[in-house]
């Protein structure tokens, strides 16, 4: 089955910074990969995905990047903010199976 | 308006007991989903229900027992709990019936079990 490993588990940065958390996947027919940012007592929330026809993706401050060769892909956060404290997880799927397999988190502290 | 609700948001119960949590979408979302959560915050399906029927079943003890009585709720029953079962459960929907689309998470359930 799938198995995806995510690298840092912990990551400290400083206000403005950038910071990135890199992901990889075993299984090649994975084609979604979603990332979730999950803040103190509360539920993961989607920030960003990418489908495996798309290489990179950009939302304001966060952007993610998909290298299909290689099975890995990555979060980018540019500018990084306070409120960006929290702990990411990235996941990866086959569309038509309805499961996510996730990564073991991140845990981004964004210093002011 | 809450889009994925569940109760309660705190359980605390002696080992051996029984117990269930509730999980309700107001998405209009077909497919539905539990994960466990553990301490050191690794996040794992355990089941998932679409439309009513079981579609994922992670090899999860048959202690735990998803009941859907419609599309709407998924609910968790948890019989003769254990040390172990301590977690945060949260429930999931996705809008897809037969793609993998965006799964909306509720706020989760902290289960500790003494």
């Known amino acids: 089955g799938e198995n995806v490993e995510q690298h840092p588990s912990t990551l400290s940065v400083q206000e403005g910074d950038s910071a990135v958390i890199k992901c990889t996947y075993s299984d090649s027919a994975s084609n979604y990969f979603p990332w979730y940012k999950q803040e103190l007592g509360k539920g993961p929330q989607l920030i960003i995905d990418?489908?495996?026809?798309?290489g990179e993706k950009k939302d304001q401050r966060i952007a993610v990047t998909l290298n299909k060769t290689a099975k890995h892909f990555s979060l980018h956060i540019t500018e990084t903010q306070p409120e960006d404290s929290a702990v990411y997880f990235c996941a990866a799927s086959i569309t038509g199976f309805q499961k996510l397999v996730f990564g073991t988190g991140t845990r981004l502290l964004v210093s002011p | 308006d809450t889009a994925v609700s569940q109760t309660p948001k705190y359980l605390v119960t002696q080992m051996g007991n029984d117990k269930s949590i509730k999980c309700e979408q107001n998405l209009g979302h077909d497919t539905m989903y539990w994960y466990k959560q553990d301490s050191k915050k690794f996040l794992k399906i355990m089941f998932s229900?679409?439309?009513?029927?079981?579609?994922i079943n992670e090899t999860v003890p048959n202690r735990f027992s998803p009941k859907s009585p419609d599309k709407a709720h998924l609910n968790l029953h948890i019989n003769s709990l254990e040390l172990g079962d301590s977690a945060v459960y949260f429930c999931?929907?996705?809008?897809?019936?037969?793609?993998?689309?965006?799964?909306?998470f509720g706020p989760g359930t902290r289960l500790t079990v003494l």
């Open positions: 990418i489908r495996s026809n798309v």
């Open positions: 999931a929907s996705s809008p897809a019936g037969g793609a993998v689309d965006t799964q909306y």
């Open positions: 229900y679409n439309n009513k029927e079981l579609i």
